[in-house]
């Protein structure tokens, strides 16, 4: 049975708050992990979603002193300073003493002084080793339930795990709290990977136990496939031109506004001078767009821009190597992009090397970054090396809302381009397989 809480309160990660509903007022959550998982972080990030709403925070560190603990946050965005100096925000170091007596007495007398709402102690397997299995229990016990519970303080106690280890401290800690969130490192493809893992929650449904994240500007960002759900949708009576005059014809009047486009043909078909043409025509008509490459450099495709007409480097392109990253890094890196550019198309060029990087986890991922422009409104063009006129499956294209494959085809000694929409939903259009030709740079459709 789930206990009732009266009120909830932000983690400070907007992900964990949609998984878990936020921490209840007055819980005890234990944070275990990994050196340099991102523990504190995580709870500098709670702690600091508190000021920012005006609830007095009180810092218990016994490991780091606070000036490298300001130093390490403003880097991340908190400036705990700011609050201090307001008289909000209270850091506490606390060196480690033979009677545990007096660190007990120390938390309980600031909780009192500082009226805090939020607390964070890290890391309180310092105080309970100290001790021993007996007496750390004696601690904790006083501790959660004389002090931190009669005064209502929604808490956050860290606690140190090292490798290869499961069980926290001596494993009474996970009895005695509300939550339990533990931070580790995984090794994949050979990246590390950070994980959280939501261990035990009294006051919520887990969907799901285990997501990745990364550590960036604002502190830890969570990556939650379809944690939102399906939310936005295409606007068939706004159109994108691709361009292409034959092409805008064959799909009635160019690309629905919002919708999910798969450019699907093997190499050299013209996926990218089609993806790049549709781009350079939304910015040049005074939109936006952004275009991602997973295989081709920056340089180039910026030279091949030029080609087609683009102006003073109008059209925002980037490049990363899947093999530096891992699949929540990469969603996290999409996410920052629509969310500083806001760009009207977001192109994800080459997702055959995301596929033979991400393996299972690439529909995963794609239906994630989906998911997150049809949230956000962004017209998604993604191309593929897929052959679908010749047969061959592409996963993702259940996910498209406009499939436009190209192949090439045989005649006599000459090797021909042709060109059809497979898919569009909801859109009268050209289902016949036509000819297509690249001349100068631009492409003509027969």
């Known amino acids: 049975m789930k206990i009732v809480y009266m009120r909830m309160m932000s983690t400070g990660s907007k992900e964990l708050d949609d998984i878990l509903g936020g921490f209840p007022e007055g819980a005890i959550v234990l944070v275990a992990g990994h050196p340099g998982a991102g523990k504190t972080t995580l709870a500098a990030q709670f702690m600091y979603a508190g000021l920012k709403a005006g609830s007095p925070g009180l810092y218990v560190s016994l490991s780091e002193r606070k000036e490298l603990f300001y130093m390490h946050m403003k880097e991340l965005g908190f400036n705990f300073a700011y609050y201090e100096e307001r008289g909000l925000f209270k850091f506490v170091w606390l060196p480690l003493m033979k009677n545990i007596v007096s660190p007990l007495n120390e938390v309980l ?5 500082t009226g805090c709402d939020r607390l964070v102690i890290d890391p309180i397997t310092a105080l309970i080793d100290q001790v021993g299995r007996e007496g750390g229990r004696e601690f904790l016990h006083n501790l959660i339930n004389v002090g931190l519970r009669p005064a209502g303080v929604t808490s956050l106690l860290i606690a140190d795990l090292p490798y290869g280890r499961e069980v926290i401290g001596y494993g009474f800690e996970e009895f005695l709290v509300d939550g339990i969130l533990v931070l580790r490192y995984e090794e994949a493809r050979g990246l590390m990977k950070r994980m959280i893992e939501i261990r035990k929650s009294r006051w919520s449904d887990i969907p799901r136990i285990s997501y990745e994240f990364v550590i960036g500007e604002g502190g830890l960002h969570i990556y939650t496939p379809y944690v939102k ?25 160019g690309l629905p506004r919002g919708s999910a486009v798969l450019i699907a043909g093997p190499s050299g078909t013209g996926k990218t001078m089609l993806a790049l043409t549709t781009s350079l025509t939304e910015v040049n008509g005074g939109g936006s767009a952004v275009y991602l490459s997973f295989e081709e450099p920056e340089g180039q495709l910026y030279q091949v821009a030029r080609m087609i007409g683009m102006r003073k480097d109008s059209l925002h392109i980037t490049s990363i190597s899947p093999r530096q990253y891992t699949p929540g890094a990469i969603y996290h890196y999409v996410s920052n992009l629509v969310e500083n550019m806001k760009p009207g198309i977001l192109v994800l060029d080459g997702l055959s090397a995301l596929e033979r990087q991400y393996g299972s986890e690439y529909m995963e991922l794609i239906k994630s970054i989906g998911l997150l422009c049809k949230a956000e409104g962004v017209t998604l063009i993604m ?16 996910l498209a809302d406009v499939v436009i494959a190209l192949t090439f085809e045989r005649r006599d000694d000459t090797r021909c381009r042709r060109i059809s929409v497979l898919k569009a939903r909801a859109v009268p259009h050209d289902t016949r397989v036509r000819d297509m030709e690249i001349v100068e740079s631009r492409i003509y459709i027969g």
């Open 109 to 113: 007398m600031n909780i009192r002084e």
């Open 383 to 398: 191309t593929s090396l897929h052959d679908m006129l010749k047969g061959e499956r592409a996963g993702i294209s259940t």
């Open 229 to 253: 759900g399906l939310k936005g949708g295409f606007d068939a009576e706004k159109r994108h031109s691709t361009g292409v005059e034959e092409l805008d014809e064959m799909l009635s009047g």
